[in-house]
């Protein structure tokens, strides 16, 4: 109580400095004055009764002084002093002081900016009702190299109560709003009834599903997400209870969902999944599905996963084929959303780190510079009885006040730097599109500034305090403290700076590397030119692949014929675009079917393609010939391979006039003659190997239903994009094109979160390396000022510049080696932890470690280069009369 | 002087200043003249550390001070026991009289 009391009254007595002191002088003085007027009473003359008084007393001011001291804020006084006199002290030595707070801004403001990004993803907890128990549950199928979930997986996990609250299925689809003036594409989330309640998620306006919703038949309500119900709605109340066409169906709007709710991405409208557990369970259909769950309160993730293992492995040994070797993977839903994310946040806050660390180096070595500048003003303080703490207080005050406004620099850098840091974000992660700085961003910040102060501050001030009094106070005498300890003690920052620095350049040139292999890597196609749009074509209206097929011959057809379109083509599926598109089994014609030792060898992409997609994509024909505009009326018994699927099953023979079929050799699909092989075609990202595809004219199983179309124009396609739509608007004025995108646009797009992360590194890099540029220059030159008079001896002695040139860069050179040396090793510990970022080259890449440790050795001994130049030419003459 | 006008023993000075405070608020002076009072005169407090004395207790949370008149009417610092003061001489008393029965019985061995 006391103590805080105490503390109080400091606060108070800082602010009311001259009020004290006014108080004590008036109660001494009162004191004397009542001495005085007693001894005047005794008998004593006036004069007499004063120096009496005074006399009594002893040392007024000192007494004054004392009791100052005492009512006075003992500890915020001292502080305040020392950062008074500090404050003087950095503006005294104003270019050293903004040296250090724009070198710290860079710092602070390069870790704060990344860390409100780690704040908002990592930390942060999930916007949904006691989000820790959320968990995601999905089973790895070592035979499909897959993790699926089914239908009837999730309803029977769904079961189990006994250790969830409850479970909800996700999946999602495309729908076409139609019967509007334009149509759109609308993307959808289905759920079952259970997912909002289950997050906690309440419907801005309106109601969530009913669980009888929740079943086929029952099903045809909509939610409608905030930014829709905005646009299409003008944000009108009464949408909820009207009727909106949907896929030519007709769905009640039952409610509207709160702004900015998003998870797995944003759709635009939520309808009941409706699994039919009857048809589920026989597996005639099977639903492809997400699972959520909820553990019940008590019920741990280890307790959860045993029981869906239980499960699964009683659908082993029913389904065997399919099921061998099921593996249950559970994952806090949080984890899940974060994904990948984790590892290259981690590495690039990492990296803001070593930034701050170099920062701080620096920092503490212009503060060592200065302090030994200062050692006078020093040792006269510490002569006039100042103790070695109260000076290594003052030191410090003076770094964490440097420390604080390199801070508040770097959060306004943060700040201006943080939108774009956004991009790092996927939208799949719900409630976090906004990184803002909230009050742990502040605090961060803080501490940050703090903890730097200290740490860049504590050895200036203890190297720099150390002070022998009499030799620096000597007049003209030596330069002051000429003991080597601050020296070395500057040479170890360079070195563990180089070092850092090395890492932080060998990591962000591995990323470059990767970024550009990545760029060289051939996509099997030609994206220049090309254009490409989502065409999905409603069962409600073209229920046949008659009607599909007519629809996209009558668009092509159009299309084609437009001024400036080279050719125009039709696929299911676009590489570089979302979805994982269709897969199959297939087996060759007299050659054993397929085993289930095989697993997922045997499996193709099948892709459904018209004639000139090869054309228009600029994919090579290998050899054979393509379809014909023929093929596509009907099934022509014709199918084209790529590469990969000949040398794979037809290695050393001819696959031209073999036949294959999809399924078993004795399943109902007709067999079909290879005519054609093309070349190989990245599908999904560029990092991700070509597989092997078969493309069919025409499509075996499933319809035309879901197709892209894609345009190759003579110049830049983009101008053709609304007439493109227009065609097809004209061939059916309720079908929306969507997705509309140039395939250079695509590629961009799927390298654009990789460019983006390896820019900010090579940013960072690029800062560390000119930090480190700086620090070395910084004590070089102190080095040589501090040896002009040595170096005029050895000059005088006979030494010649170059001489003089070849050892301060030597000496500089020693400094650069061990740095490197230890930066080497550091890089080889630490770059492994990038490998699951990195692209076609090792976490150890021989080169990029060379090429690097080269650079900086560039550079720095660039950067000592320049105060030996000065060293080289000092004149013996001036150097050996200097003092 | 040492003979006639022991020096206090460090650490006494509280303990006294407490007492003299015992019967009610004083001012600085008045502490003076109380503790000489009640010492008959043979102890004399060194008018120098009386003060800081008085603001250390203070910031202890001892003795409180409030500004008021004084008899002859000027602006003078009273002090004033504290709950925590009281207890304060409370311990001092008691464990000076161990100590002081202490040193007697050192004093009086031959």
Known sequence: MASL?????????????????????????????????????????????????????????????????????????????????????????????????????LGVGATTAIFSVVNTVLLRPLPYRDPDRLVWITQSLPRFKTRIVTGADFLEWAKHHEVFECA??????????????????????????????MLGVQPLLGRAFFPEEDRPGRNNVVLLSYELWRRRFGGDKSAVGKAVTVDDERYTVIGVLPQGFHIFGEYDVWVPLALDPVTEFRRQRMSIVWAVARLKPGATMEQARAQVSTIAKRTEQQYPQGY????????????????????????????????????????????LGRGLARAKEIAIRAALGAGRLRLVRQFLTESILLGVLGGTTGLLLATWGM??????????????????????????????????????????????????????????????????GPFHFRKLLVIGELALTLVLLIGAGLMVRSFVRLREVNPGFRPQNVLSMAIELPHSRYPEL???????????????????????????????AQGMGDQALFSIEGEPPWRPEEGAQRLVSQLVVSSDYFRTMGIPLVKGNCFTDRDMQENSGKVLINESVAQRFFPGKDPLGKRLKLGFPEGPEPWLRIVGVVGDVR???????????????????????????????????????????TEVRSVDKNQPVYDMKTMEERLEASVAPRRFKTLLLGIFATMALLLAGVGIYGVMSYSVAQRTREIGVRMALGANSSDVLRTVVGEAGVLVVLGI??????????????????????????????????????????????????????????????? | MAATKPELLQGTLDMMILKALTAGPLHGYAVLRRIQQLSADVLQVEEGSLY???????RRGWIESEWGPSKNNRRARFYKLTRAGRRQLEVETSSWATLSTAISKVMQTT
């Not at chain 1, 006036?46 to 009594?56: F, G, S, T, Y």
């Open chain 1, 324 to 367: 061998q070797g099921v593996q249950v993977i559970m994952l806090p839903l949080h984890e899940r959303l974060v994904g990948n994310l984790r590892l290259s946040l981690l590495a690039l806050f990492g990296a803001g780190g070593f930034v701050l660390l170099i920062a701080c180096a620096n920092v503490a070595n212009l503060l």
């Open chain 1, 821 to 883: 040396a230890l930066g080497l090793a550091g890089a080889i510990g630490l770059t492994h932890l990038l490998a699951g970022l990195l692209y076609g080259l090792r976490a150890t890449d021989p080169t990029t470690f060379i090429a690097l440790s080269l650079l900086l050795s560039g550079v720095a001994l660039l950067a000592s280069y320049f105060p030996a130049r000065k060293a080289a030419a000092v004149d013996p003459v001036v150097a050996l009369r200097q003092n």
């Open chain 1, 419 to 484: 939108h774009s840091l956004a991009a790092l974000i996927p939208s799949s992660l719900p409630g976090a599109q906004e990184v803002k700085i909230d009050h742990s961003v502040l605090v961060f910040a803080l501490l940050l500034s703090l903890a730097t102060g200290v740490f860049f501050g504590l050895a200036p001030a203890l190297a720099t305090t150390k002070v022998d009094l009499g030799s620096t106070l000597k007049d003209g005498g030596e330069p002051p403290v000429l003991r080597l």
């Open chain 1, 168 to 197: 909800a299925a996700f999946s999602s689809r495309n729908f076409n709003l139609t019967g509007v003036d334009t149509p759109e594409r609308l993307s959808a989330g289905l759920v079952s009834a259970e997912f909002f309640p």
């Open chain 2, 52 to 58: 800081p004395a008085l603001h250390r207790m203070e």
């Open chain 1, 683 to 725: 599908l999904q990202t560029l990092e991700d190997e070509a597989g092997p595809a078969i493309y069919l004219s025409y499509p075996e199983v499933g319809d035309l239903g879901s197709a892209r179309l894609v345009v190759r124009g003579a110049v830049d396609p983009r101008g053709l994009a609304i007439a493109v739509a």
């Open chain 1, 546 to 576: 008659a009607r599909q097929a007519a629809f996209f011959r009558e668009v092509l057809h159009r299309v084609q014929t437009l001024p400036g379109v080279q050719s125009a083509a039709t696929t299911s599926q676009l590489p570089m």
């Open chain 1, 5 to 105: 009391k105490a503390l109080l009254n400091d606060f108070w007595a800082l602010f009311h400095r001259d009020r004290i002191d006014q108080e004590v002088a008036d109660e001494l003085r009162f004191h004397i004055e009542l001495r005085i007027q007693e001894s005047i009473a005794a008998g004593m003359s006036p004069e007499e009764a004063r120096r009496n008084a005074i006399e009594r007393f002893g040392g007024f001011e000192r007494v004054r002084e004392t009791c100052r001291e005492i009512r006075g804020a003992a500890l915020l006084e001292a502080f305040a002093q020392d950062a008074r006199y500090g404050s003087r002290m950095l503006l005294k030595g104003r270019v050293v002081t903004l040296a250090a707070v724009l070198t710290l801004g």
